[in-house]
């Protein structure tokens, strides 16, 4: 892993060492795409210790041939009559061999797969995978040695989250599946996407998304991911594993508008996933991905263009109808079975705040913290970490931030990749700071600095501070990264040239070990992180992945991600970086050992509903609302019907407070709604629209 000295730009080409002049800049993600210290000193001196210590269970299994085992999820409730039946077509479960006994091992041991095809296991850093037919939610399974397996408890501040995102599998994105898009000309979200294949007729949209939930991740990408080192998983869930409507109101011709998005269908895949990373140890940070109406107008909120959720005519009728999507979640994830599986849940994603207002994004939150911790309780335990994004500002802007709430934790998203900027300083050269061996000229410093310093002022001022996406782009090339039409230097702030960071062919050892070193960098500042993502896949034009930049599965294959995290520990240090140091310690009530009292000034500014943009002046009163008088719909657990086996394990109801009977919102009966998702330029309804006292 050491970089190669003395490098200079020799061999690369002049499209990737022209300089702009620029220099980049701390930065989120803006428009369209996606997009540990306590243990530094001694890191060093054990790894090929730990290396070494490789924990190889005993393991046993029973095999039978020539039998299905199904797993899958019984149909979730329909609400209100809102959701469309999700079509008779179902998926089919090939012919495989059942395991019917506890089966465990490690590095070196045969996994056999759904489908009945096998692996071999690969992990040199003592984790171990655990698979009990009869108990599938066994939570014995163990990433690595240094992380408590699933049922020992992850202490904050000392454990560290070292994880991927699973992005682009139950919320496509163009750049991360471009051949489900290429198949579509025109398909630029979910939306539309779903619209033109569900005009290719009956049961097409079903078939088409269920073939990529089936095929994009695999049981062997997650098996992978705990091989690399890696211990939690970001998973993206749409508000549509749940229901959608199919009537948010009249467009302006006056047509009523469906929402065309595929209902609940993804959700058994959704469990079947959460199933392999129990079977494997990882904890998950379960997101949700996308809101009704879309927060923040890119193309991964469901639906690309306006925002519609806490802004204009119908962003509280959103708002209202996106907190029951956050109770019917939590709900769920909150029953024993799920809740050490997945400690955090990150309720919204990247709400843009420099277009809603801070104090609108503030009073929502407030809500949304207020309803869960209502129905979950306080304190370890009770329910999930609640994680918040900073909307696209800094996490150390949210310190005085509800001081004192149960277990609520900060989310950024740092980006060098959407500063605005060209970006075009080399990375095949001399690291800035260091000893002068290393490569990545000034990126990796810049990383230290810009991002050390933000994340432990953040743990230290407001708590529990975790980077849900970074990733490797230090420019915005990539395809549909710099354009989602077309991929052309008029689309990319990097300019003429993109075609060299799209193919990792062309890139020279120089440029991986700076790209290397970069990461290392990143991983080490940030501290608790997510890449962005795990997986890219091809172009079904070049059969190639176009944003190699973006992928830590290639990275990993390639040599420009680490293959073992540990060795990011102490980066900043060595390349001379001043950042501020974080002694581990947390106060109790931001990791449950409190009672979460908050102060009453500290919430007297955040009355609900808050004033939203681009409602005209007087109307506030009047904004259209959804009534309380509907059925809650539930998330179904999953069924198991493996021949010769009895689960003996509850597996829940997915409603884990049976006292939570609060009904869901429905639309009021005679009031003529805008389009929910495209309502900012509409009238704001006379009258009617608001809920009986």
């Known amino acids: 892993m050491l970089p190669h000295p003395n490098s200079s730009n020799e061999g690369l080409p002049s499209k990737e060492t022209l300089h702009g002049g620029d220099s980049a800049e701390l930065s989120e993600r803006r428009p369209l795409?996606?997009?540990?210290?306590?243990?530094?000193?001694?890191?060093?001196?054990?790894?090929?210790?730990?290396?070494?210590?490789?924990?190889?269970?005993?393991?046993?299994?029973?095999?039978?041939?020539?039998?299905?085992?199904?797993v899958s999820a019984a149909s979730s409730s329909n609400s209100n009559g809102h959701s469309e039946p999700a079509g008779g077509a179902s998926s089919t479960t090939p012919q495989k061999p059942v395991q019917t006994a506890v089966t465990t091992g490690g590095d070196g041991s045969t996994v056999t797969m759904e489908d009945g095809t096998a692996f071999v296991y690969k992990n040199k850093f003592g984790g171990y995978w655990v698979n009990d037919p009869e108990n599938p939610f066994d939570n014995s399974a163990r990433a690595n040695l240094w992380t408590p397996a699933l049922n020992e408890t992850w202490n904050w501040g000392t454990d560290r989250i070292w994880g991927v995102n699973i992005g682009g599998l139950f919320v496509p994105e163009p750049f991360i599946v471009p051949s489900l898009f290429e198949t579509y000309p025109g398909a630029v979200d979910e939306w539309s996407l779903s619209t033109l294949v569900a005009q290719k007729g009956e049961g097409e949209l079903q078939k088409v998304l269920e073939n990529h939930y089936n095929t994009?991740?695999?049981?062997?990408?997650?098996?992978?991911?705990?091989?690399?080192?890696?211990?939690?998983?970001?998973?993206?869930?749409?508000?549509?594993?749940?229901?959608?409507?199919?009537?948010v109101g009249v467009d302006a011709n006056g047509q009523k508008v469906a929402e065309p998005f595929l209902a609940r269908v993804c959700w058994k895949y959704i469990l079947r996933l959460l199933g392999w990373a129990r079977k494997y140890g990882l904890r998950v940070n379960l997101d949700l991905h996308t809101i009704p109406g879309s927060q923040n107008g890119f193309n991964h909120s469901g639906k690309i263009g306006a925002i519609n959720w806490m802004n204009g005519p119908m962003g509280l009728a959103n708002a209202e109808r996106s907190l029951d999507y956050i109770?019917?979640?939590?709900?769920?994830?909150?029953?024993?079975?799920?809740?050490?599986?997945?400690?955090?849940?990150?309720?919204v994603n990247e709400p843009f705040m420099a277009k809603l207002g801070r104090p609108t994004v503030e009073a929502f939150y407030w809500k949304a913290y207020q309803m869960l911790r209502e129905v979950t309780g306080t304190g370890a335990g009770n329910g999930p970490m609640i994680a918040i994004h900073d909307g696209f500002g800094t996490p150390t802007g949210w310190a005085d931030f509800l001081p004192g709430a149960d277990r609520l934790a900060i989310d950024t998203h740092p980006y060098f990749a959407f500063n605005g900027k060209a970006n075009r300083d080399p990375v095949n050269i001399t690291a800035d700071g260091g000893d002068g061996k290393e490569l990545g000229g000034q990126w990796p410093l810049m990383a230290c600095n810009n991002w050390g310093n933000m994340m432990n002022n953040s743990r230290g001022a407001f708590g529990v501070t975790i980077a849900g996406e970074f990733s490797n782009a230090i420019n915005d090339c990539g395809l549909y990264v710099n354009g989602v039409n077309g991929d052309t230097a008029a689309?990319?702030?990097?300019?003429?040239?993109?075609?060299?960071?799209?193919?990792?062919?062309?890139?020279?050892?120089?440029?991986?070990?700076?790209?290397?070193?970069?990461?290392?960098?990143?991983?080490?500042?940030?501290?608790?992180?997510?890449?962005?993502?795990w997986k890219i896949g091809p172009s079904s034009t070049t059969q190639s992945v176009r944003a190699p930049l973006w992928s830590y599965q290639l990275g990993l294959q390639n040599g420009w991600m680490p293959a073992d995290p540990r060795t990011a520990l102490g980066k900043c240090q060595h390349l001379g970086a001043n950042m501020a140091p974080f002694n581990g310690v947390f106060q109790p009530w931001q990791t449950g050992a409190g009672a979460g009292n908050i102060a009453a000034d500290a919430t007297a500014d955040l009355a609900w509903p808050p004033q939203l943009n681009n409602v005209p002046a007087g109307q506030q009163a009047a904004l259209p609302q959804?009534?309380?008088?509907?059925?809650?719909?539930?998330?179904?657990?999953?069924?198991?019907s493996t021949p010769g086996v009895t689960v003996t394990a509850a597996v829940g109801n997915g409603w884990n407070n049976a006292k939570d009977t609060t009904p869901a919102v429905q639309p009021i009966a005679g009031c003529a709604y805008p389009d929910a998702w495209d309502a900012v330029d509409a009238q704001v309804p006379a009258g009617g629209c608001q809920p009986a006292a």
């Open 491 to 533: 689309d990319s702030a990097y300019g003429a040239g993109c075609g060299y960071w799209e193919d990792a062919t062309q890139w020279s050892d120089d440029t991986k070990q700076g790209l290397l070193n970069f990461a290392e960098a990143s991983m080490d500042a940030l501290g608790d992180w997510f890449f962005w993502t």
């Open 216 to 247: 994009f991740i695999t049981e062997q990408d997650i098996a992978e991911i705990a091989g690399a080192g890696l211990n939690w998983i970001r998973l993206q869930i749409p508000f549509w594993a749940i229901e959608t409507w199919a009537n």
């Open 33 to 70: 795409y996606k997009r540990p210290l306590v243990l530094a000193a001694a890191a060093a001196a054990t790894i090929a210790v730990i290396v070494v210590a490789v924990i190889v269970p005993v393991y046993f299994t029973v095999i039978k041939p020539n039998h299905h085992n199904n």
């Open 626 to 640: 959804y009534t309380p008088t509907g059925t809650i719909a539930t998330l179904p657990p999953p069924t198991f």
């Open 327 to 347: 109770r019917i979640i939590a709900e769920f994830i909150s029953q024993p079975e799920y809740k050490d599986l997945i400690p955090i849940f990150s309720m």
